[in-house]
């Protein structure tokens, strides 16, 4: 991919169990993060671990995500503890012939740093857009943008993708050699989220079509 | 549903934000752990927070997950370390006029507590096959069963369901009054993990075909 670069790894990174699935260049990271729109951060409060799903999109080398002012999460990792953040997607159910190979095809990227929170009106309008656009491009000219009120009551942060890792499993099964003979059916299943009919809000005035950004979004999952 | 309780909450489960989207019901807990089969762990290792997607299956009150002796994963939380693991199932995108009200249609579950290890040959097995009939009901009894050398190598967890809440956001998008009249059209995109056509293995038999309880687990996702 233009400009992809590798980043460096660290510690924390550096994959210990298979390595050969591991890939620390920008753009793999980025595609897999551009594929996802919940990520899973996990930091620790009083000594005890938490993982909890947050909305994110991706801007150039960072991630964003936002969340209430009251929120425990939030009110947790503003304070520049260190968090890790997960972003997952399943690819495929792997069926091998042994118990022991099945596998799950997926990609996997890991990012760890710390948050920095967005302070003007202005970055903060910029995060949300970011995130809003990152989950559904195009809809967000079509909203009603946030009032004062509304961005006060808001944090939004970032999160630098400088030390991140990404792990890949693709393709089919692995067999051992006594078991490439036997009657079972082996291969993958492959999975994908797909988006599904529009349900407009109750209420909605009827002449409200569904816009043009929605009907290309769940085009662009093209089908099995 | 029949037999279902409600967790005692603790300190650790209490939901802090938005409370009224809590359900402490094993049943409605059990309904999310089904409906997913990657959870997100997270752990401290030396100070550090990692959070690392895994494959589970449900077991009664318990899940079960099983890796390599030699992952760092799995040689941190066997050491009976507090863990946090969390499953995220996404039902939909939640698109109001205002962009502020703009949300996810989702069901989580987060648990805390330890792992603890099988040790038997019998419980290892039982704990594989929850697993993989967990993934796919009906694989089990259609693969070569591990043999003591793969289940030597292969260590498997499970962690009870004591400790555990559910977090639900469903419906249409939250309106303020006086965006109702705006032009603009709000509803729900529903998103669901789907599964494609299964790819035969390379160098599969061709008279071995696609079994019954996979085109069941297909037709079983119902279209939208």
Redesign the interface.
């Known amino acids: 991919m233009d400009g992809s670069k590798i980043l460096t790894t660290t510690n924390?990174t550096k994959l210990?169990?298979l390595p050969k699935r591991g890939d620390y260049s920008t753009g793999t990271i980025y595609k897999i993060l551009d594929d996802a729109?919940?990520c899973?951060?996990?930091?620790?409060s009083e000594g005890?671990?938490?993982?909890?799903?947050v909305?994110y999109g991706r801007g150039g080398n960072k991630i964003y995500f936002h969340?209430?002012k009251?929120?425990?999460?939030f009110k947790t990792i503003r304070t520049g503890v260190?968090?890790?953040?997960?972003v997952?997607v399943?690819d495929g159910?792997v069926?091998?012939?042994?118990?022991?190979h099945?596998s799950?095809n997926?990609r996997?990227v890991?990012i760890?740093g710390k948050t920095e929170e967005l302070q003007t009106a202005g970055e903060k309008i910029n995060g949300?857009k970011i995130i809003?656009e990152h989950?559904?491009p195009g809809?967000?000219d079509?909203?009603?943008?946030?009032?004062e009120k509304?961005l006060n009551a808001?944090m939004v942060l970032s999160v630098n993708l400088d030390e991140a890792s990404s792990k890949i499993r693709t393709g089919?099964?692995v067999?051992e050699e006594q078991?490439?003979m036997?009657?079972?059916?082996?291969?993958?299943?492959?999975?994908?989220?797909?988006?599904?009919?529009?349900?407009?809000?109750?209420?909605?005035?009827e002449g409200?079509?569904?816009?043009g950004y929605?009907i290309d979004?769940?085009k662009r999952v093209e089908t099995?």
């Open positions: 924390r210990k169990t729109f919940v899973h951060i996990g930091f620790a005890q671990t938490f993982v909890l799903p909305a969340g209430g009251g929120s425990r999460l260190e968090i890790c953040i997960t997952t399943i159910l069926l091998a012939k042994s118990a022991f099945h799950v997926y996997s890991v760890f949300l809003m989950l559904l809809r967000w079509d909203t009603r943008t946030p009032s509304e808001t089919p099964p067999e078991d490439t036997l009657n079972l059916w082996s291969g993958v299943i492959p999975i994908k989220m797909k988006p599904g009919k529009p349900i407009p809000a109750p209420g909605l005035n409200i079509n569904v816009p929605i979004y769940i099995f």
